[in-house]
Each structure stands twice: as structure tokens, then as C-alpha cells.
């Protein structure tokens, strides 16, 4: 088992940055790429961004591409995601998770492990 938890959510007004982490911890020996969702009231659960275990790849969806980016440590086991020029629409709770492979990496079916999400308020 893998457990994951998320911080560095928050109230920010658009244009702002926010950081979030994701720490792993437990059965973390095996290698995962990585990835982050959101999920807006009303909406499904949505893709945002995935890295490979190496971190020598990232996946952004489009409409956060040049705002948003991934990075890992894994010495530190910890996955962050650097959120700028935030928008009303990125509000969200914000999840982490771990893949089973490099397929399916924009899928929620791809992933084996979440955290239990985080919120993010963007306000005007």
C-alpha cells in the first residue's frame, strides 16, 4: 500500500501562484510516474498533469500548460505541483495519485493510489 496525503492548498486571487506536495509514504519501493486531477462541484474528475518516475517527462493538460508544472523528488518521495497565474476556473480539490504504468497516465483508471484531495479556491 501507498499512501499519499497533499498540502499547499488554499484562498488565492487570480494571478496568484500556489505550491502543492504530495508526500508518499509506506510501500513506496516500487516506481510510479505520477499525476495530479481535479475535480470542480458539479464535474468529474479531471486531468491536470502527470510526470514519469524518472521525472524526464510531464503531461499537462491544455489549459494549463505554461501556467502549471510538475516536478518530483524522490529522494524525498514527494511530488509537487507549481501553480501560476491561477484562474476562477482552476478551483477545484486537487488530488494526487500514482500510476500503475506509463499507460493511461490522463485516465483516473490508470492510477492505483490517491490521496484524499485538497482544496484550491481561486478568487476574484
Known amino acids: 500500500q501507498v499512501q499519499l496525503v497533499e498540502s499547499g492548498g488554499g484562498l488565492v486571487q487570480t494571478g496568484g501562484s500556489l505550491r502543492l506536495s504530495c508526500a508518499a509514504s509506506?510501500?513506496?519501493?516500487?516506481?510510479?510516474?505520477m499525476g495530479w486531477f481535479r475535480q470542480a462541484p458539479g464535474k468529474e474528475r479531471e486531468f491536470v498533469t502527470a510526470?514519469?518516475?524518472?521525472?524526464?517527462?510531464?503531461y499537462y493538460e491544455d489549459s494549463v500548460k505554461g501556467r502549471f508544472t510538475i516536478s518530483r523528488d524522490n529522494a524525498k518521495k514527494t511530488v509537487y505541483l507549481q501553480m501560476n497565474s491561477l484562474k476562477l476556473e482552476d478551483t477545484a480539490v486537487y488530488y494526487c495519485?500514482?500510476?500503475?504504468?506509463?499507460?493511461?497516465?490522463?485516465?483516473?483508471?490508470?492510477?492505483?493510489?490517491w490521496g484524499q484531495g485538497i482544496q484550491v479556491t481561486v478568487s476574484s
Open positions: 495519485a500514482a500510476a500503475r504504468s506509463h499507460a493511461l497516465l490522463r485516465d483516473p483508471r490508470g492510477y492505483e493510489y
Open positions: 510526470i514519469s518516475w524518472t521525472g524526464d517527462n510531464e
Open positions: 509506506g510501500r513506496t519501493s516500487s516506481t510510479y510516474p
